[in-house]
């Protein structure tokens, strides 16, 4: 059974740093591939950076390019989103998301097994 646990939110003034983490568990993630998605009260899900397993490839949304870095590590069935230059916008619940699929989606629907979600909260 596949288990993500996010770790790593918490309280940043804007302009600051924060890397989220996901350990992934239950089976091997080769040819999967890795999201991240972030949701404030109110608002719709949105998606943030995906990652695909086994090749590092990665994408992201224009609203956090050159902002922030997905990245993997295989040794350790983890994957990490680090942010840099938050922004007050930036606040939500941040999770991790993975698809069976070797191609990268950008819609929640496609990602079958789902975190539990880390706070962040950016302050001005």
């Known amino acids: 059974q596949v288990q993500l646990v996010e770790s790593g939110g918490g309280l940043v003034q804007a302009g600051g740093s924060l890397r989220l983490s996901c350990a992934a568990s239950?089976?091997?993630?080769?040819?999967?591939?890795m999201g991240w998605f972030r949701q404030t009260p109110g608002k719709e899900r949105e998606f943030v950076a995906a990652?695909?397993?086994?090749?590092?490839?990665?994408y992201y949304a224009d609203s956090v390019k050159g902002r922030f870095t997905i990245s993997r590590d295989n040794a350790k069935n983890t994957v990490y989103l680090q942010m840099s230059s938050l922004e007050p916008e930036d606040t939500a619940v941040y999770y991790c998301?993975?698809?069976?699929?070797?191609?990268?989606?950008?819609?929640?629907?496609?990602?079958?097994?789902w975190g539990q979600g880390t706070q962040v909260t950016v302050s001005s």
């Open positions: 998301a993975a698809r069976p699929r070797t191609f990268i989606a950008t819609t929640g629907d496609e990602y079958p097994y």
């Open positions: 239950g089976r091997t993630f080769s040819g999967w591939s």
């Open positions: 990652i695909k397993w086994t090749s590092g490839y990665t």
